[in-house]
């Protein structure tokens, strides 16, 4: 045996030995329902990585609604794209613009409450297996919808389907009910380094 | 004024405030070219993410191509989604399966070569907008791919075009040549409460 086929040989029975561990682990894995899943942080790729699990879900023909709750001056890809699936995705944009943009309080609360009540409407509706409630973290960080009303109702969520609720500064009384929640960081931002906003990446 | 319109009026103004330090900024930012990604650490979402800008991009009627640098169990969600688009996507699936479950080294090696001097193709073609390289950060950190190689030819890269790169233990020597870094971090994940993979969520 030469010295490369003696260390792939090493390699090989030392992958043997993660597999079986491996297997053992996920034989321990037995639940199965719906997830509250929370993507908070600074860092960039909260509502992309949310958009990414839509597009795995309707690849399984599972039906996905979307309420956005903070529009900013959105024409996004992600709209367009969305557009061309009416039967398997509901897209609505029910959010005003970033609040310094509306600056007009009594608006923003306005809209957030009507995003709110669509919500409900797409997680209790039997037909829909995914829910994306994007940016509603930013609502609720800026007490534009009530944190106890929101996480009273999702305590009592149908298990049957996976919400997914993005945006910064997320709150503990929303984290403590999640199941999966992944903290975006940020480590490089272009932003920082002069660059625009660029199609595909931000919008 | 009632107390709440004047707790609105003071919100509003504070708006404004923040609205033009915010137009400030923007104005500021002006370079736009093609970015190279790094999506990384150890939570969830960082091959979704990429996927949700690869959607952002094909609404802008972008072309995508992906190469998957390792295959898994795989059949997904993703993969079934985007064989609806073969004009704007092409989605190569290259690598095999986790190397502890392959436990061959040198098929690994052979595969991930494969996977490489097809990225270098799409990277090169002018046709392309948008390339994922997903989970070429696990085969660099195993030392399947030399790093050096591949950092010497994205310095060269067209800037043309966005790369983005996903996968735990991203090297230095890839992150220092990156402008836009997200670092994925574990909060709480369902396997760890016992939760099977599940589709939508996992694959």
Redesign the interface.
């Known amino acids: 045996m030469t010295g490369t086929e003696a260390?792939?040989a090493r390699?090989?029975a030392r992958?043997?030995r993660?597999?079986q561990a491996?297997a053992k682990m996920q034989a321990?894995?037995?639940?199965?329902?719906g997830?509250l899943?929370v993507?908070t942080?600074n860092?960039?790729?909260k509502?992309?990585?949310?958009?990414?699990?839509a597009?795995?879900?309707?690849?399984?023909g599972?039906k996905v609604g979307i309420v956005q709750y903070v529009k900013g001056s959105w024409e996004?890809?992600?709209?367009?794209?969305?557009h061309a699936y009416p039967d398997l995705l509901t897209f609505e944009v029910m959010g005003e613009g970033f609040?310094?943009?509306?600056?007009?309080?009594?608006r923003d609360i306005a809209a957030a409450r009507a995003a709110w009540e669509r919500s409900k409407e797409l997680i209790l509706d039997p037909d829909y297996?995914?829910i994306i409630l994007d940016e509603l973290n930013i609502v609720l960080r800026d007490d534009t919808l009530p944190i106890g009303e929101i996480v009273d109702f999702l305590k009592d969520r149908p298990l049957s389907k996976?919400i997914c609720i993005t945006g910064r500064n997320a709150k503990p009384a929303l984290?403590e009910l999640?199941?999966?929640?992944?903290?975006?960081?940020?480590?490089?931002?272009?932003?920082k380094?002069?660059?625009?906003?660029?199609?595909?990446?931000e919008?």
Chains 1, 2 share one sequence.
């Open positions: 260390d792939h390699h090989n992958m043997l993660i597999q491996r321990r894995r037995t639940l199965e329902r997830l899943i993507h942080g860092g960039k790729g509502s992309s990585s949310a958009f990414g699990m597009i795995r879900s309707i690849g399984w599972m996004t890809g992600e709209k367009n794209f969305f609040t310094w943009d509306t600056q007009d309080r009594a297996d995914f996976h984290t999640a199941d999966l929640i992944t903290e975006f960081g940020e480590v490089k931002h272009p932003f380094a002069g660059f625009k906003a660029q199609k595909g990446v919008y």
